[in-house]
């Protein structure tokens, strides 16, 4: 059995480090700060992140493992979490785990961490000899179960220096290789009853993810039986790609499988398919918010999205959907170094993940965006603790992992959020702290501190909503490139104290929800989708929603002549509050 040092984990980032300096083709690429050196600052994040804090470090120890324990024959104190976690449809005590190790590292928060070491050990103790390590006897989706315990205990041991979790990847690994199904049955597509094959498609990604930490060929070996070239394959091919139908989650998810195959393997192939599966989400999928999945299904690029607002209330599966954005986003990112990636990264920020109601204690929590055109109500899942509970930390979470990226030699800003970034390079270190209102207004101080003058690059990405991006040192304009979908590159040699202005100027605009129904729209300022309060009214058919909507207060427009509710924020709207997305324009008169 491997027992994996803090020399051995060194040695294996050090190794990974090395392998992610270059990219495709030689290209530069990027690299996140790995949950270290990012500190959100006061604002709507950060006490996002302080609530999914409080939240798990409150639920007690026993609470999370009386089903283990009741299943190895032990002692069983505590009160079951209820709902589907209960059940075991969705266990998620591996999401749990996951989000608590990420969480802990970003804040600096010994007391959560010290929690999820200490869920792991007691969980630990009700492996079975054989490595069986599920919560009851008959786990309804086993390959997502194993999948998401091997994203907790990998976190564990990357992001919570947990040497002691490697053994029990291998425990649960050597089970999973004897006993789970390679069926590999058809995907579940949306609607379908789970038959225990569920989702082994999305397995690559942390098997792969432990064999770049540890070094173990087991790992690689299992993670390949598991790829998928019938549904990757379909966006290398000349003919377009037709999964129609397919869960959708499920499979944007696999597409970070994909992305960790061409991390372990340097096979181009795979690159490519994440690229032009991006690129067909993005042209064929998405709504304005960055969110896709009708009825949790991929869709026919014919007015399927369009008609779909008509009579589907269950648009975008929220949380699970933000945390496949964010990691197939950052893969992309990481690879390419191509700015454009981050716009995704921003819309769910601002109105998918961003815009959810907060999980509740006794594991209410919110699943289903709702973007019908008759108007939808922001709510909580009947279910308690579905698969967006565990999902729910890792994204929030992930904040720290997308608002900065670095290589050797520039800083790159992809958010306009309120942050600071500690960045080392060899001996030199330089803290930047932005401060901004962004999107409530749209510009951004950055205070850069190196902790001696010298020169570097900070790069900001320029969405390619924006035009006319302008930027100021110590109050002096800034004579540079700034074209949307790129980064605007600012090189200088930089002394403490050094103020950078940014402005990225917003305006009014429609967004049409797909090419057959260019009249179907929803409303965006910049990045942030509005939505209008209480009001099926249909808005004015002029082209340009700046000539009849005027701002009052922050981020609130109204109509100069309807007098019916204020467009707001998505992410604005409360528990139960009505509202409504998307409209059918009227005819110009």
Same mark, same amino acid.
């Given at each position: 059995?491997?027992?994996?040092?803090?020399?051995?984990?060194?040695?294996?980032?050090?190794?990974?480090?090395?392998?992610?300096?270059?990219?495709?083709?030689?290209?530069?690429?990027?690299?996140?700060?790995?949950?270290?050196?990012?500190?959100?600052?006061?604002?709507?994040?950060?006490?996002?992140?302080?609530?999914?804090?409080?939240?798990?470090?409150?639920?007690?120890?026993?609470?999370?493992?009386?089903?283990?324990?009741?299943?190895?024959?032990?002692?069983?104190?505590?009160?079951?979490?209820?709902?589907?976690?209960?059940?075991?449809?969705?266990?998620?005590?591996?999401?749990?785990?996951?989000?608590?190790?990420?969480?802990?590292?970003?804040?600096?928060?010994?007391?959560?961490?010290?929690?999820?070491?200490?869920?792991?050990?007691?969980?630990?103790?009700?492996?079975?000899?054989?490595?069986?390590?599920?919560?009851?006897?008959?786990?309804?989706?086993?390959?997502?179960?194993?999948?998401?315990?091997?994203?907790?205990?990998?976190?564990?041991?990357?992001?919570?220096?947990?040497?002691?979790?490697?053994?029990?990847?291998?425990?649960?690994?050597?089970?999973?290789?004897?006993?789970?199904?390679?069926?590999?049955?058809?995907?579940?597509?949306?609607?379908?009853?789970?038959?225990?094959?569920?989702?082994?498609?999305?397995?690559?990604?942390?098997?792969?993810?432990?064999?770049?930490?540890?070094?173990?060929?087991?790992?690689?070996?299992?993670?390949?039986?598991?790829?998928?070239?019938?549904?990757?394959?379909?966006?290398?091919?000349?003919? *377009?790609?037709? !999964?129609? #139908?397919?869960?959708? /989650?499920?499979?944007?998810? =696999? @597409?970070?499988?994909?992305?960790?195959? +061409? &991390?372990?393997?340097?096979?181009?192939?795979?690159?490519?398919?994440?690229?032009?599966?991006?690129?067909?989400?993005?042209?064929?999928?998405?709504?304005?918010?960055?969110?896709?999945?009708?009825?949790?299904?991929?869709?026919?690029?014919?007015?399927?999205?369009?008609?779909?607002?008509?009579?589907?209330?269950?648009?975008?599966?929220?949380?699970?959907?933000?945390?496949?954005?964010?990691?197939?986003?950052?893969?992309?990112?990481?690879?390419?170094?191509?700015?454009?990636?981050?716009?995704?990264?921003?819309?769910?920020?601002?109105?998918?993940?961003?815009?959810?109601? *907060?999980?509740? !204690?006794? #594991?209410?929590?919110? /699943?289903?965006?709702?973007? =019908? @055109?008759?108007?939808?109500?922001?709510? +909580? &899942?009947?279910?308690?603790?579905?698969?967006?509970?565990?999902?729910?930390?890792?994204?929030?979470?992930?904040?720290?992992?997308?608002?900065?990226?670095?290589?050797?030699?520039?800083?790159?800003?992809?958010?306009?959020?309120?942050?600071?970034?500690?960045?080392?390079?060899?001996?030199?270190?330089?803290?930047?702290?932005?401060?901004?209102?962004?999107?409530?207004?749209?510009?951004?101080?950055?205070?850069?501190?190196?902790?001696?003058?010298?020169?570097?690059?900070?790069?900001?990405?320029?969405?390619?909503?924006?035009?006319?991006?302008?930027?100021?040192?110590?109050?002096?304009?800034?004579?540079?490139?700034?074209?949307?979908?790129?980064?605007?590159?600012?090189?200088?040699?930089?002394?403490?104290?050094?103020?950078?202005?940014?402005?990225?100027?917003?305006?009014?605009?429609?967004?049409?929800?797909?090419?057959?129904?260019?009249?179907?729209?929803?409303?965006?300022?910049?990045?942030?989708?509005?939505?209008?309060?209480?009001?099926?009214?249909?808005?004015?058919?002029?082209?340009?929603?700046?000539?009849?909507?005027?701002?009052?207060?922050?981020?609130?427009?109204?109509?100069?002549?309807?007098?019916?509710?204020?467009?707001?924020?998505?992410?604005?709207?409360?528990?139960?509050?009505?509202?409504?997305?998307?409209?059918?324009?009227?005819?110009?008169?």
């Amino acid at each position: 059995m491997m027992k994996l040092t803090r020399r051995d984990v060194l040695r294996s980032s050090v190794a990974a480090l090395a392998h992610s300096a270059w990219g495709a083709d030689g290209a530069n690429m990027l690299e996140t700060f790995n949950y270290s050196g990012v500190h959100l600052l006061d604002g709507p994040l950060r006490r996002q992140c302080l609530h999914a804090r409080d939240l798990f470090y409150n639920i007690p120890d026993d609470n999370f493992l009386i089903g283990f324990r009741a299943r190895a024959g032990r002692p069983a104190p505590g009160t079951p979490l209820a709902g589907w976690y209960h059940g075991d449809v969705f266990n998620a005590f591996g999401q749990y785990l996951s989000g608590m190790a990420r969480i802990s590292k970003a804040l600096e928060d010994a007391r959560l961490r010290a929690k999820a070491l200490r869920l792991m050990s007691e969980w630990a103790k009700t492996i079975e000899p054989d490595g069986y390590f599920y919560y009851s006897r008959k786990p309804v989706t086993p390959h997502y179960i194993y999948d998401k315990m091997m994203c907790g205990l990998v976190d564990l041991c990357d992001f919570a220096h947990a040497s002691e979790a490697a053994p029990l990847m291998e425990r649960i690994t050597d089970w999973a290789i004897a006993n789970l199904d390679r069926s590999r049955k058809r995907a579940l597509e949306a609607g379908a009853t789970y038959d225990g094959n569920g989702e082994w498609y999305t397995l690559p990604e942390n098997l792969y993810r432990a064999y770049e930490l540890t070094g173990a060929a087991k790992y690689k070996d299992f993670g390949d039986v598991w790829r998928y070239p019938a549904y990757w394959d379909m966006f290398t091919r000349d003919e *377009p790609p037709d !999964p129609f #139908g397919f869960h959708a /989650y499920s499979h944007v998810n =696999t @597409l970070s499988s994909a992305a960790m195959a +061409y &991390s372990v393997s340097d096979e181009r192939h795979y690159l490519n398919v994440v690229q032009r599966a991006f690129e067909w989400l993005e042209r064929t999928q998405m709504y304005a918010s960055g969110g896709f999945g009708p009825e949790e299904k991929l869709v026919r690029p014919d007015g399927s999205l369009g008609r779909s607002l008509e009579t589907v209330h269950n648009s975008f599966e929220t949380i699970c959907g933000s945390w496949a954005c964010f990691k197939l986003s950052r893969y992309l990112m990481r690879f390419t170094g191509a700015a454009f990636y981050g716009d995704w990264i921003e819309k769910i920020l601002y109105n998918g993940i961003g815009a959810a109601l *907060p999980l509740e !204690p006794d #594991g209410s929590n919110f /699943y289903y965006s709702e973007y =019908t @055109l008759g108007g939808g109500r922001k709510g +909580y &899942s009947p279910y308690k603790w579905t698969c967006c509970s565990g999902t729910y930390p890792q994204t929030i979470a992930d904040y720290h992992n997308v608002i900065y990226f670095k290589d050797r030699d520039a800083l790159y800003v992809n958010l306009y959020v309120p942050s600071e970034v500690r960045w080392v390079r060899g001996d030199s270190e330089t803290v930047v702290e932005q401060n901004t209102r962004y999107p409530e207004t749209d510009n951004s101080l950055l205070i850069v501190s190196p902790r001696k003058p010298e020169e570097f690059a900070l790069k900001f990405r320029v969405p390619r909503w924006s035009s006319g991006l302008k930027i100021t040192v110590n109050d002096k304009p800034m004579a540079m490139e700034a074209i949307p979908g790129k980064w605007a590159t600012l090189r200088r040699r930089w002394s403490p104290g050094d103020r950078v202005a940014v402005q990225i100027p917003m305006k009014l605009a429609f967004a049409p929800i797909d090419e057959q129904h260019p009249k179907r729209v929803a409303v965006t300022y910049g990045p942030v989708v509005l939505a209008r309060r209480d009001s099926h009214i249909l808005i004015s058919g002029k082209g340009d929603p700046a000539q009849w909507l005027e701002r009052e207060g922050e981020l609130q427009f109204r109509s100069r002549d309807q007098p019916h509710g204020p467009f707001v924020p998505f992410n604005k709207l409360g528990p139960s509050e009505g509202y409504h997305m998307y409209f059918d324009l009227e005819p110009a008169s």
